[in-house]
DNA sequence: ATAAATTTTTAGTCTAGTCTAAAAATTTAT
DNA sequence: ATAAATTTTTAGACTAGACTAAAAATTTAT
């Protein structure tokens, strides 16, 4: 059984080994998880005695098949989670992370299962990334970043990278919802900023806006 | 904002404070808690820095409005989750009290609200007992101790004191639950049994049950 | 290829929470 | 009313997790 502060770094470590595809550093995870690199150096040698991770001094760590599975149920019930507060509750998309790194913690196989079915086994979370089976298994998704579709290409959204708070009510401000239909209707290469057409109105968006929208083209 | 300790400790405190009507001992504190005197003097001390609770040396503790506040707030979460799982979960209610005591500690004020909400405002747990308001009033229940109901008398379980999977486990098995309609049909005096009609069949049960189980009269 | 910059680790400190063992206070018994 | 028993507190130690400052290793730059 492991901590809640153990299952935040299998948790973090997991999601820069996808991104990065590669052995992750101990300053990587300080930045993600807002802490110091020698706190990050401290909990990494716990996390290797206990095989949860592969670890060689200034080599980086990498999750071992069980530290993957672990990191993998936490994210399973954070996104189960999400969905139970969006669809049952009444949250929206930008009010669920924070109770959701919460409730992400408790442990009862039980609960997860009943609260799946009772869910009626959603694929995707309310920012649209997918959540992993009971095996750990998870969906690659073919989704790219809006900034990289091509001048008038017709997608749709289907999830965020950055899902803070403050990006997600600019989302909903925008009416930008997942599922919506975009158009790139034009693009400005001096700040590479775009208009793309959204519920029939034009709406410029900045690169740091279409660089965290990830969308679906046909 | 508490921690989970200092959350279980108020709890602890709370529930003995009624059932004593008094002010409560380090000794009594550590029994329920599981836990060495020795800790609980240190936990009380931050306890009363903060407020929560009034405590002279070698007097015992009470808690202060804010802390009986506290408490029962904790144990307004545990009990309105309870009932989610019960009643939307599938789960028996000898199964809900380990992820129940996870659960409460969950700090959310939308979370708690919605969830009431959601289950429809109960003012009781699957074991009987009520649900504190948000101002943390707690209803007193009229109910009594099964071995105290006098011969021939009908009544009906309104909840347990003992909330134990064993204790539980025994109840399901019987066919006793929350609303079961009980009649005292014989009293041994010699070890303190009883025989009631339960569902129409008669059942011989001891002092340790009748003890434990909580019941109305008309 | 060596110096400079950066990253990572180590060493030592801190807090929360718990524990054991011993001391102090209180209660009970005679 | 004093001794014995019990309860409570204190003192000191331990673990998990985090931090600062300094040392060591690695990477980058010239």
Known sequence: MNTFSEENYLKAIFHLERHLGDSVSTNAIAKKMETKASSVTDMIKKLADKNL?????YQGVNLTDQGRFSAASVIRKHRLWEVFLVNELNFSWDEVHDVAEQLEHIKSPKLINELDAFLEFPTHDPHGDPIPDKEGNIKKTDKIVLSK?????????????????????YLDKHQIALGSH????????????MTILINKT???????VSNNLYVKTN
Chains 1, 2 share one sequence.
Request: hydrophobic share 40%.
């Open 53 to 57: 991770v592969i670890y060689k001094k």
């Open 149 to 169: 579709v091509s001048l008038n290409e017709d997608c749709i959204c289907v999830g965020v990278n950055d899902s803070s708070a403050d990006f997600l009510k």
């Open 182 to 193: 975009l158009k790139v209707i034009a693009k400005e290469s001096f700040d590479e900023s």
């Open 202 to 208: 034009k709406l410029n968006i900045s690169k740091a």
